[in-house]
């Protein structure tokens, strides 16, 4: 089956500028959790969205936003970008997000943002 | 809070060299415990994983063990390839949540 797809996968936007990041979980999936990878903070998580609702949310200012739809698609939102904001953004997807044997977590392939 | 302690560092091993990655963590309750690997300019893809003590994880010749006794989940491999170099990461996950904790990632390059 096909999994998780983020979109794009590259982009370069301006200092002062938004942008929306996509990703479509594997199919049946209800959890989506988003993620920013750089390479003085590693790994850091953003939020996470289950049945269109944001359930856990990370320590990033309030210009990091996010939001899923009914389908589960998710997307995310940076607005007034900073040159730090310069990073790979992850999108994860699980059935329901909770740590139970069968729920495992996947990544898609991330997009990668450059701010100039 | 959770929290993952790895070797950053990077690691530099010939080929067929027997692989060891340092894992530790921090979490309340009963986490469960992951390796991913990221290989340059790729996403993340799952390793291997364990959801309680003593349970043993396994692909593509890794192995890792939970061990609640010393917090530990150490990523191991008997005779690395080259086409194994990339970027390991040792993360947990605790909760009713998807959130993903994760230790800074071990840079694993392998030379023939």
């Known amino acids: 089956k096909a999994g998780v797809t983020q979109t794009p996968r590259y982009l370069i936007k301006t200092r002062g500028q938004q942008v929306t990041l996509s990703c479509s979980p594997i199919s049946g999936h209800r959890s989506v959790s988003w993620y920013q990878q750089t390479p003085g903070q590693g790994l850091q998580f953003l939020f996470e969205y289950f049945s269109e609702t944001q359930r856990n949310k990370g320590n990033f200012p309030g210009r990091f936003s996010g939001r899923q739809f009914s389908n589960s698609r998710s997307e995310m939102n940076v607005s007034t970008l900073e040159l730090g904001d310069s990073a790979l953004y992850l999108c994860?997807?699980?059935?329901?997000?909770?740590?139970?044997?069968?729920?495992?977590?996947?990544f898609g392939e991330g997009s990668w943002l450059t701010v100039v | 809070g959770d929290s993952v302690t790895q070797m950053e560092g990077p690691v530099t091993l010939s080929e067929e060299a027997f692989l060891t990655i340092n894992c530790t963590y921090t979490a309340t309750g009963y986490p469960s415990l992951f390796w991913y690997v990221q290989y340059p300019g790729e996403g993340l893809q799952l390793l291997l994983k364990?959801?309680?003590?003593?349970d043993k994880g396994s692909n593509k010749g890794f192995e890792a063990t939970y061990r609640k006794e010393t917090t530990s989940f150490h990523l191991e491999k008997g005779s690395v390839q080259v086409s194994d170099s990339a970027v390991y990461f040792c993360?947990?996950?605790?909760?009713?949540?998807?959130?993903?904790?994760f230790g800074i990632g071990t840079k694993l390059q392998v030379i023939p």
């Open positions: 994860a997807s699980s059935l329901t997000g909770g740590d139970n044997t069968g729920n495992t977590i996947y």
């Open positions: 364990a959801t309680k003590a003593d």
């Open positions: 993360a947990l996950h605790s909760g009713g949540y998807q959130k993903v904790t």
